[in-house]
C-alpha cells in the first residue's frame, strides 16, 4: 500500500529510476520523505585531495547511518566557478535535488550559493565561508558546518598573541579567502606587522616572499597558503635557513599534505577546529572506520564532510525536506554528535565552537598533529552581527 | 630595501628564469623544428616529477631521481610522438591545440589512478639543502644555486649541440625547410621524434629539480607551461637563444615585480592597499612584459618574420 506521502514523493521525482523508487519506498517507512543531495567538489586536478575527503567524509557517515532514504549526485567542479555554476543549474533543474553541498573553495562558493538559495534550495557548506555569505549576505538555506573563513586565522593571532610574538611577518594569496586570513589574524593579534604580502594564488616558488622574512626582522611567521601552495612554501622555507616560529591555519598541516612535507613541518603549531585526537565517541569512530574503509588518516576537510552529513541525517529523522520552515529549523538545531565535540550555530547559520592549537609530530612513519591548547572557547564569527537572522 | 636583499632577489629571479628555460627550450625547439603546439609539454613536467618523487622514494638517491625522470619524460615524449603527435604535424594549430589539450587530462587522469589524489613527497638531498654564504654576505639556498647552476650547463650543452653538432644541424636545417631535408635523405621522421623526446627530457628534469622545492602533484604543469608560451613569445618563437634571454626576463621580471612594486607604492600610499595593488599589478607584469615586447618586436626578441 503506498500512502499520500510516497505518492507525492515518487512524483516529485517524476521519471525516477527503480532505485530512487526504492528509495522514496524506503523514505515512507520512516514517515519523512527522501531526501536527494548535489554535491558538487574537486575530484580532478590541482587540490583535488580535498574534494576527495569531503565526499568520502560524507559517503562514510551516509553509509554508516545506514539510511536509505538520502541518494547523494556526486559531480567534479575541476576548481573551475563556470563548471561549478554549470553543475549547480543542472543539479537543480534537472537532478532536482533538494540540498547541495561540496564545494571546497570560497570563490566558487560564491559564485554557486546565492543563486542555489535563491532558488529555495538548501545550500550546507562542508569547507569554504566567504565573509560574504556570512553577515549582510547571509540566507536562511544557507548553513556553513565547518567554519567562518576568518575563524582559524583569528585563533592564529590569538595564539600568537598568547605565546607573546610582537612582530609577525603575515602572507597569503590575494583572493577573497586570502584577504580574509590577514583580516582575521590581524583581528585577534596585536603586535607590529613585518611585514604583509599578498602573493598569487597558485604560485609555487617564494624565493622572493622568503627573502623579504629574512630581511624583514620579523619574530614569527604567518602564513595562509592551502593546498600544493602551502607544500612548496614549507619546503622552501625550510631550506631557507631561516629558524622563525611558524604559525598557520590547519590547511597547511593537514592529514594530506604533511607527507609530503616531511620534517619540514614538525614542530609547526597551527589551529583547527578538529584533530584525530579530540576526545569523544563519535571522533574515535570516525577515526577508526575512516582509516579501515579507506586506508589513510581522515583529514579536516573528511571530518567537515562527515559532519556535514550527519547534521543532513540528524534533520531528516526531525522533518521531511519538502516542508522546508520544519526541515530549516531541524538543522539550525545542530542535533548531531559532532566529531569536534561541542557545535551549534550561530544567528548566521554558522558554527560557534571552539578552535584548537595543533603542533606537527611523527607518530612512527607518519606525519600528524596533536592538540596542544585551546586557542578560543566557543567562538563566534564577528559578522554575525550584521546578519539579519535570529 | 637594502642591496643584500636586492641582490638575493636578482639570484631569485635568475634561478625562476633558468628554470623557465628548460621548459621553453624543449617547447620552442618543438614549434621550430615541427610547427607544432604542444600544449602537453606540461604534462611531461609533471610526469618527470612524479618519476622523480616514486624512485627517490624507492632508492632514496636524488641522482638517480634526476635520471629516472629525464627517461621517463623523454620515453613518455617518445610514446606520443609515435602515436598521436605523429599525426597532427601536417594538420593546423588549432588541431595540434585540441589534440595536445586532450593529453594533458588523459596524462592528469592516468597519474591520479596510479598515484592517488594526494601530492607525493620529493625533497632535496642533504648535500644539496641548507644554505651557503655567497661573497657580499648574502645567505642563499644551495639547492637553488645548484638549479642555476644545472640550467646553465644544460643551456651552454643545447648551444654546442645545435650549432656544432651533425643533429644539430640536422635540427637547423629542419626549421628552415622541412620537405628539403627530407628530400636529401634524412630520415625526417626520426629526427622528430629525437627533437620531441629531447624537449620532453627537459621538461622532465625541470619537473624533477622543481618538483623537490615544491609540491609533486597532477596539475602542476599547466601554470608552468602558460609561463613558458610567455618564455618563447617573447624570445621569438623557434630560437633557443631566445628561449634563454625571454625566460631570464621574464624570471627577472616576475620576481622583482613581486618584491619591488609594493615598496614602490608604500612610498605614496596607505601599507596595506599598497601591498594589495602591487601585487595584483605584479602578477600582471609579465604580460605587460609580453605585450610591450610585442609592440616593437612582433616576432618576438629573437624570432625570424
Known sequence: MISKTAKHTLKAFGAATALSMTLATGAFADGHGAVKVGMITTLTGGGAGLGVDIRDGFMLAVEQSGNTNIEVVIEDDQRKPDVAVQLSDKMIQ?????????????????????????????????NAGPTQLAGKGCHENYFNVAWQNDNLHEAAGAHAKATGYANSFILAPNYPAG??????????????????????LGQTDYAAEIAQ?????????????????????????????????????????????????????????NTSQWNKDIDNAANKAFVETFQAAYGRLPSLYASQGFDTANLILSAMAKADVKDQDAFRAALKEADFASVRGDFKFGNNQHPIQNIYVREVIKEGDVYTNKIISTALTNHQDVYAAECGLN | MSTLLLIEQVLNGLQFGVMLFLMAAGLTLIFG??????????????????????????????????MASLMAAALFGALIELTVIRRLYARDHLDQVLATFALILIFSEATRWTFGSFPLFLDTPDWLSGTVMLPGGIQYSLYRLAIIIIGLIVAAGLFLLISKTRVGMRIRAGENDREMI??????????????????????????????????????????VLILAFVVIVIGGIGSIK???????????TDTLGRTVLPVVFSTFMEASAATSVGSALASMLIYILMAGVLIFKPTGLFGSA
Do not use: C
Not at chain 1, 582575521?184 to 607590529?192: F, I, Q, S, T, V
Not at chain 1, 611558524?246 to 609547526?268: H, N, R, W
Open chain 2, 242 to 252: 631566445g628561449a634563454l634571454a625571454g625566460a631570464i626576463l621574464v624570471g627577472l
Open chain 1, 94 to 126: 534537472s537532478e532536482k535535488v533538494d540540498i547541495l553541498t561540496g564545494i571546497v573553495w570560497s570563490n566558487l562558493a560564491l559564485a554557486v550559493v546565492p543563486s542555489a538559495t535563491a532558488q529555495g534550495k538548501f545550500y550546507l557548506s562542508p
Open chain 1, 213 to 269: 622574512i629574512r630581511a624583514s626582522g620579523a619574530d614569527s611567521v604567518f602564513f595562509f597558503l592551502p593546498g600544493g601552495m602551502g607544500i612548496s612554501f614549507l619546503k622552501q622555507y625550510a631550506d631557507s635557513g631561516i629558524e622563525l616560529p611558524v604559525v598557520g591555519p590547519a590547511f597547511s598541516f593537514d592529514q594530506g599534505i604533511l607527507q609530503a612535507v616531511g620534517d619540514a613541518a614538525l614542530g609547526v603549531q
Open chain 2, 33 to 66: 623544428v615541427m610547427g607544432l603546439i604542444n600544449l602537453a609539454h606540461g604534462s611531461l613536467y609533471m610526469i618527470g616529477a612524479f618519476a622523480a618523487a616514486a624512485v627517490a622514494g624507492w632508492t632514496g638517491s636524488f641522482v638517480l631521481a634526476l
Open chain 2, 182 to 223: 627530407g628530400a636529401l635523405g634524412v630520415d625526417i621522421s626520426v629526427l622528430y621524434t629525437m627533437v620531441f623526446a629531447l624537449g620532453a627530457a627537459l621538461a622532465g628534469l625541470s619537473g624533477a629539480l622543481v618538483g623537490a622545492i615544491q609540491s609533486v602533484e597532477v596539475g602542476m604543469g599547466e601554470p
Open chain 1, 179 to 200: 584577504q580574509d586570513a590577514l583580516t582575521g589574524y590581524k583581528r585577534y593579534y596585536d603586535g607590529a606587522l613585518a611585514g604583509e604580502v599578498y602573493t598569487k
